[in-house]
């Protein structure tokens, strides 16, 4: 399949739904585009899930840098959309856009992602048009999370669900190409979805958005902390894994492993005149 572009996305709008996948590194975006997902997400999210970290709010560029570059060795077919970690677009419009040119500079990867709505409106437009296309992300922003009231739902009274209408309509206006819709109730998702003229893509936001994303260690069980009543886990992962390496350690102890079949045999006629 050729490799999508930016207007690509618009144009499935109504007549297929997106699947974008996180991934972190080479072995991932390998299993993500031989899966078939229209976009891969190097989301900051690696923080969490792949360095440990107890936010996103410590993810640095040189986190970003490093991941995207493996997932581009990985994906080199897939449109790769990159999180602007926390810290690299708030000091001013000047440093928004020599990071996000950086990124995308030192990665290959296809267009950038920022957290917030009405109050990131300027940068998006900046780096919009410096030619940068631009991936908008409102509802719940895990790297403002602490003032939001942690990781739940947003938008559940009249004020907040009209705030985040007001951010996505914002963020599209301000010339993102498509917006990701966090954690907020599905009827609203639904509203947004029907009137932004870019792609929605979900994450906790109910059916009726232009598609869906999750992240890779979710939907394989890979991530052991815990998991948001969003997430469907279509593999177990982390119990699969740790049972297979407990046999590993079991047979490398007992002397099952290694076995003859993974072991080098040598002529006894050289064995014999070694002295
Ligand atoms: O970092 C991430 O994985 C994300 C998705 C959850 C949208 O931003
Ligand atoms: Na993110």
Do not use: W
């Not at 050729?2 to 207007?7: A, E, G, L, N, Q």
């Not at 950038?112 to 009405?118: M, S």
């Not at 109050?119 to 437009?125: A, D, G, H, Q, T």
């Not at 740790?242 to 492993?257: I, K, S, Y």
Request: hydrophobic share 45%.
């Amino acid at each position: 399949m050729p490799k999508y572009t930016v207007p690509d996305f618009a144009a499935l709008r109504g007549k297929q739904k997106i699947v974008m996948l996180t991934a972190y590194d080479y072995a991932g975006a390998v299993m993500a585009e031989a899966a078939g997902v229209d976009l891969i997400l190097v989301g900051d999210s690696l923080g969490m899930v792949v360095l440990g970290y107890e936010s996103t709010v410590f993810v640095t560029m040189q986190d970003m840098i490093h991941h995207t570059r493996a997932v581009k060795r990985g994906a080199r077919e897939s449109f790769i959309v990159v999180d602007m970690p926390f810290g690299s677009v708030q000091t001013g419009l000047t440093d928004a856009l020599r990071n996000a040119v950086h990124l995308i500079k030192e990665t290959g990867a296809d267009a950038v992602k920022i957290e917030g709505g009405e109050e990131v409106v300027e940068i998006i437009r900046h780096l919009s048009q410096s030619g940068i296309p631009v991936v908008g992300h409102v509802g719940l922003t895990p790297q403002t999370a602490v003032n939001l009231g942690g990781f739940k739902v947003q938008g559940k009274t009249v004020q907040d669900a009209q705030q985040i209408l007001r951010d996505a309509q914002a963020v599209a206006d301000a010339g993102a190409f498509m917006v990701v819709l966090e954690a907020i109730p599905a009827p609203l998702a639904q509203k947004i979805t029907e009137r932004l003229n870019i792609p929605t893509i979900g994450i906790g936001a109910g059916p009726h958005l232009d598609g869906q994303v999750l992240v890779y260690h979710d939907v394989l069980g890979f991530f052991d902390r815990f998991t948001p009543k969003f997430v469907k886990q279509y593999a177990q992962m982390s119990k699969l894994g740790t049972e297979a390496l407990q046999q590993f350690v079991r047979e490398v102890r007992t002397g099952v492993f290694p076995g003859p079949e993974h072991s080098f045999s040598m002529k006894e006629e050289v064995l014999s005149r070694l002295y």
